[in-house]
T-cell receptor, first 111, second 113 residues
């Protein structure tokens, strides 16, 4: 079985500051990890994914994440956030054929 | 390339009624998954269809059912609606054997009163 824990329900940050959104997972099968973003009243958009290879994964909009197998983590980072990054962020792990999501982290960027 | 579309965008139903939600997969995708996202929660897997057959199911009762059509479009049907069924229903399409990535539609917001 798979599970995802997002340790922070809400992360407030000022514009141009760095941010890290934390994600821990457990999986009984091969580990495939994803970060999705959800803007208000919209569906989910893929930010980045880890399937294999380099543990540092770069995604869209300047986001990156690092896969750490020993700590079973897949934290999302951005060196400098913008107001437009305000959204809900979901970490997900793929099981046999589907995705298990965390409860989400709301990133609130203020001027 | 056409993305995943869902209809309707919003709807309101009364407890005990039945509802059908529709999804059109992204071009070339042969697998569709449905998720329920309650307010303040992450999406929960309902079921998945591949080649018109159910290919996996989450912890949802049988009154949640689905169909996948030869053109890979899909329906989610919910019978005997309950207040707790109020949620955003998301459809995601993917290509089995591909990159494991699922592409999500904008969702249907269902309110049960």
């Amino acid at each position: 079985a798979q599970s995802v824990t997002q340790l922070d329900s809400q992360v407030p940050v000022f514009e141009e500051a760095p941010v890290e959104l934390r994600c821990n997972y457990s999986s009984s099968v091969s580990v495939y990890l994803f970060w999705y973003v959800q803007y208000p009243n919209q569906g989910l958009q893929l930010l980045l994914k880890y399937l294999s290879g380099s543990t540092l994964v770069k995604g869209i909009n300047g986001f990156e994440a690092e896969f750490n197998k020993s700590q079973t983590s897949f934290h999302l980072r951005k060196p400098s956030v913008h107001i437009s990054d305000t959204a809900e962020y979901f970490c997900a792990v793929r099981g046999y054929s589907t995705l298990t999501f965390g409860k989400g982290t709301m990133l609130l960027v203020s001027p | 390339e056409t993305g995943v579309t869902q209809s309707p965008t919003h709807l309101i139903k009364t407890r005990g009624q039945q509802v059908t939600l529709r999804c059109s997969s992204q071009s070339g995708h042969n697998t569709v998954s449905w998720y329920q996202q309650a307010l303040g929660q992450g999406p929960q897997f309902i079921f998945q269809y591949y080649r018109e057959e159910e290919n996996g199911r989450g912890n949802f009762p049988p009154r949640f059912s689905g169909l996948q059509f030869p053109n890979y479009s899909s329906e989610l049907n919910v019978n005997a609606l309950e207040l707790d069924d109020s949620a955003l229903y998301l459809c995601a399409s993917s290509l089995t054997g591909g990159s494991y990535e699922q592409y999500f539609g904008p969702g249907t917001r269902l309110t049960v009163t």
